[in-house]
């Protein structure tokens, strides 16, 4: 079957970016190549933009970047955001009470970067799996001593809140919690952090509005993503790939399951489907 893709969606953790957090040279040469014919790719994560390898922020020839799940969608040529949907400061501080009532590393993005509490930081281990993503962490955020007077003293509209919980039994409880709060999108790409976005934030919706922006058809999107918060990104693009890694759920809602991401399983997609090596 033939696809005119004009853009491409890359998810980063378990997709574009190996378990170590690497992205390797053949995924790198596939992506400029993949540029140069005129195809707009960019990174679609649940990371802050601060968050996002630097590499990758500063990749040639990738000029936009959809953050935070969707909630801040950036033109990094014109360092300008084009798209936000931000979280009330009221939701934000209600979510954080939920969450703070059980053994979690919670953390809010404004503007881009990551903020979480200093003390759980020191013990990010406990929260964390990966020792690439507890390094990853201790990178990327701002350690505070308390995120809920933070997000009072700043008194606005922010990213995302994230939580990690070293206990499942207590995500789980947490999870049935703020799906009653309202005006909340809940996802977790990790099997056990809670994602929250304002309300219908999502992936999927941010790559075709910025498709609509560029004036490129939904049918003409790629998506790659293995967790979660990708599923509705996959169903929503004209081709949803997930990875050989993905969650059961996700690969349900591709058009094609690729490679791992240790196997360089987004340039064997776009090799295969899009460059046509």
């Not at 378990?14 to 596939?30: F, I, N, P, S």
């Not at 990094?76 to 703070?100: D, F, M, W, Y």
């Not at 200093?118 to 281990?125: F, G, L, N, Q």
Request: charge should be negative; include cysteine; aromatic fraction near 6%.
């Amino acid at each position: 079957m033939e696809h005119k893709i004009k853009m491409i969606g890359l998810d980063l953790d378990g997709t574009l970016l190996t378990d170590k957090k690497e992205l390797t040279a053949r995924t790198k040469a596939v992506i400029s190549r993949t540029l140069s014919q005129g195809i707009v790719v960019l990174v679609a994560t649940g990371r802050p933009w601060m968050g996002i390898p630097e590499e990758l922020r500063n990749f040639p020839g990738m000029r936009y970047a959809l953050t935070s799940n969707g909630a801040r969608v950036i033109d990094t040529q014109e360092n300008r955001v084009i798209e936000e949907h931000l979280l009330s400061p009221r939701l934000a501080l209600k979510v954080l009470e939920t969450c703070g009532k059980y053994d979690t590393l919670q953390e809010v993005y404004f503007d881009g970067q990551g903020y979480a509490p200093a003390d759980k930081m020191a013990s990010v281990e406990r929260y964390h799996r990966n020792p690439s993503m507890c390094e990853y962490m201790r990178n990327t955020r701002i350690p505070v001593d308390n995120i809920a007077e933070l997000v009072k003293e700043e008194n606005r509209g922010l990213d995302k809140v994230q939580a990690l919980f070293a206990d499942m039994g207590e995500r789980t409880q947490a999870w049935t919690e703020l799906r009653e709060v309202g005006g909340l999108e809940l996802v977790g790409s990790l099997k056990y952090n809670i994602e929250i976005n304002a309300a219908g934030v999502n992936k999927g919706t941010g790559l075709v509005n910025l498709g609509k922006m560029l004036r490129i058809k939904r049918g003409e999107i790629m998506a790659f993503g293995d967790g979660d918060n990708d599923i509705v990104m996959l169903k929503e693009v004209g081709i949803g790939v997930a990875m050989a890694n993905a969650e059961a759920k996700v690969k349900e809602a591709a058009d094609y399951i690729t490679m791992s991401n240790e196997e360089d399983g987004v340039a064997e997609a776009i090799e295969k489907m899009v460059l046509r090596v």
